[in-house]
Antibody, heavy 122, light 106 residues
């Protein structure tokens, strides 16, 4: 059974870079035809897609965040990562990693990780 | 950007009753629409994709339908574990989510 687990600092200072990693277990990132995504959730804006990455490192980013987002894959560790630069309080959210439902980049997500709360504050 | 509008924001239903949730897209998304259930402190769980296909392990009381840009999630007979927040999401091009409908006990 595929499982995903987010990890990273729970507190990031304004203007710094938020860095999160998603570790995949129960399946291989590099042997999967699925894509891998990051989604965040805030009380104010609800669920927001951040971006999607393939094991080959093809990336697709939300246009509203594209200038600040970098996603990557480490197949040797079966992990994929998110970096969001120049964060502000508006980036405070629960961040989820997830797998796409099929072999298209623009897709539904299943399953999801449990989520990790990241707070931006000095 | 395609906007998904969910209604109502809150739906009060008694156990055993039928619940009908709506998701309207601002433009055509074909049938590229998914529904999720989220309970407090948990991640969203996929219920429906392709507007009407139940995900693996989802009970038959959950069904999805589409008519143009209007999508409906129906829960035929609400069980206690179904009280939660439900979100729609399109994947026709970039991905966006609706604002959610909270299904609460009446």
């Amino acid at each position: 059974q595929l499982q995903l687990q987010e990890s990273g600092p729970g507190l990031v200072k304004p203007s710094e870079t938020l860095s999160l990693t998603c570790t995949v277990s129960g399946g291989s990132i590099s042997f999967s035809t699925n894509y891998w995504g990051w989604i965040r959730q805030t009380p104010g804006k609800g669920l927001e897609w951040i971006g999607t990455v393939y094991y080959s490192a093809d990336t697709y980013y939300n246009p509203s965040l594209k200038s600040r987002v970098t996603m990557s894959v480490d197949t040797s560790k079966n992990q994929f990562s998110l970096k969001l630069s120049s964060v502000t309080a508006a980036d405070t959210a629960v961040y989820y990693c997830a797998r796409t439902g099929s072999d298209y980049a623009m897709n539904w997500f299943d399953p999801w990780g449990q989520g990790t709360l990241v707070t931006v504050s000095s | 950007e395609i906007v998904l509008t969910q209604s109502p924001a809150t739906l009060s239903v008694s156990p055993g009753e039928r619940a009908t949730l709506s998701c309207r897209a601002s433009q055509s998304v074909s049938t590229s629409l998914a529904w999720y259930q989220q309970k407090p402190g948990q991640a969203p769980r996929l219920l429906i994709y392709g507007a009407a296909t139940r995900a693996t392990g989802i009970p038959a009381r959950f069904s999805g339908s589409a008519s143009g840009t209007e999508f409906t999630l129906t829960i035929s007979s609400l069980q206690s574990e179904d009280f939660a927040v439900y979100y729609c999401q399109h994947y026709n091009d970039w991905l966006t989510f609706g604002g959610g409908t909270k299904v609460e006990i009446k």
